[in-house]
Nanobody, 116 residues
């Protein structure tokens, strides 16, 4: 059974930091590209950061220089270090595991609230 379990969300003041984790089980983690998405109230889900199987990374423009995605294949975990948080970063954050030709898997999400 595939499971992606996010953790690390919470309430933080503007300018603060959080580190999100997504622990995967039931998949060959090393073969999957991993993404972090977020969905703010009333908005569509958007891709925030991505890390490939070979640890190439990409970020949406609004988080470049503030967020860092990383992975630990030994722990089957992907991380999102979020610094200099802004109120507009408030959202539910989801991790996604994808592999060409295979199903994509989602976690249940972790809520991040940034107060001004």
């Amino acid at each position: 059974q595939v499971q992606l379990v996010e953790s690390g969300g919470g309430l933080v003041q503007s300018g603060g930091s959080l580190r999100l984790s997504c622990a995967a089980s039931g998949i060959g983690f090393v073969f999957f590209d991993m993404d972090w998405y977020r969905q703010a109230p009333g908005k569509q889900r958007e891709l925030v950061a991505a890390i490939s199987r070979t640890s190439n990374t990409n970020y949406t423009d609004s988080v470049k220089g503030r967020f860092t995605i990383s992975r630990d294949n030994a722990k089957n975990t992907v991380y999102l270090q979020m610094n200099s948080l802004k109120p507009e970063d408030t959202a539910v954050y989801f991790c996604n595991a994808r592999r060409p030709g295979r199903n994509s898997y989602w976690g249940q999400g972790t809520r991040v609230t940034v107060s001004s």
